[in-house]
């Protein structure tokens, strides 16, 4: 059959982040046929790094034995600030790329229609496609990382907001006057809940921390100390890195009642990194939650753990390149 005749039924899915990038080979009912994780070498330029996209997508489709015109389009997740609609990169520090016209460079490269979008978003469309909030209308995604960053589906379609910003829960304000977050403001929920966060508090109680399981594992050498080192010994019982936890907990909780309110989702999902542990975060936050918002509301939103772990982000990318490329109901609003 002709490639103009030919149904298309793989979508390319990419997962940028400042060290690695995922691509996934995802067909068009959500399912991941394939992933592969590529270090990124920044100093390498953006060039050189699209250039490594390339050749892992065209690995991809060789491993399967597909073509490109097997292949509706590709999406990319990728973390901002960014021009969605230019598909251009604004500023990156962590890849340090600044006004990259990703979209353009990498259709030049592969031959295929490419579209940008949030890593968040991405997750939170991943979950809410092909995961835990499959057959939801009003869903949350939140994603606990490096920062905080969210997703929202109202209706069944992407909210974006009048400029894209729609789904930055991370800085909602949880704490006046509270500790000073990246993005300059004070008490936004980033630096309460993320990673870099939890170790941020833990160094503020030097006391406390010296006393435990987690400084002996690092021997003392602060710059070691991860929110990993610190779940891992909460998990085995250590009293300080456990409390440090539920605290986590109780403030995401906070924020989690404010979403409630707003929104009025059916489902809240908890990714990133930082939700790997579990109950020991969401119990809390549950907890927390459920004394601040209202009965009712509550009591309909399941507060739930993501199920797709770190290829949410390249399925949700996958999904989003369908419903912009693809005979789909538009998947934006």
């Known amino acids: 059959m002709p490639a103009s005749g030919r149904q298309r039924k793989w979508i390319i899915g990419i997962d940028l982040g400042g060290s690695h990038f995922s691509v996934g080979l995802v067909s068009t009912s959500g399912a991941l046929q394939s992933v592969q994780r590529h270090r990124v070498a920044v100093a390498d330029g953006p060039a050189a790094i699209i250039d490594q996209m390339r050749e ?7 491993s399967q034995g597909l073509t490109r015109t097997d292949v509706l389009a590709v999406g990319i997740g990728s973390p901002g600030p960014f021009d969605r609609k230019a598909g251009v990169i604004i500023e990156s520090y962590n890849l340090q790329w600044f006004d990259v016209p990703l979209v353009k460079m990498l259709r030049e490269r592969v031959g295929m229609d490419v579209v940008l979008d949030g890593d ?12 835990v909030g499959r057959g939801s209308r009003h869903m949350v ?18 909210y974006y907001g009048c400029s894209d910003l729609a789904g930055h829960f991370g800085h909602m304000i949880i704490e006046a006057n509270g500790r000073v977050c990246s993005c300059g403001n004070q008490g936004c929920l980033e630096a309460y809940a993320s990673a870099s966060a939890i170790v941020g508090r833990a160094l503020e109680k030097p006391k406390e921390l010296r006393r435990s399981q987690a400084w002996k ?24 890195a456990r409390a440090l936890f539920e605290e986590t907990g109780r403030y995401l909780g906070t924020g989690l009642a404010g979403i409630i309110h707003t929104v009025n989702p059916e489902i809240i999902v908890v990714g990133g990194a930082v939700a790997k542990a579990g109950n020991l975060l969401l119990t809390p936050a549950r907890q927390e939650a459920g004394r601040r918002a209202f009965k009712s509301a509550f009591r309909r939103t399941r507060i739930v753990r993501a199920s797709l772990a770190e290829n949410a982000g390249v399925i949700g990318a996958a999904g989003l390149a369908q419903c912009h490329f693809g005979n789909q109901r538009p998947g934006a609003m």
């Open 217 to 240: 594992e690092i021997a003392g050498e602060s710059h070691r100390l991860t929110a990993k080192v610190l779940y891992q010994w909460a998990r085995r019982g250590d009293g300080f």
């Open 56 to 62: 892992v997508i065209f690995a991809q489709l060789d």
């Open 120 to 131: 968040a978003i991405s997750a939170t469309y991943g979950e809410w496609w092909a995961g």
């Open 141 to 158: 995604g939140l994603t606990l990382g490096t920062g905080v960053g969210g997703g929202l589906i109202i209706n069944g379609a992407v």
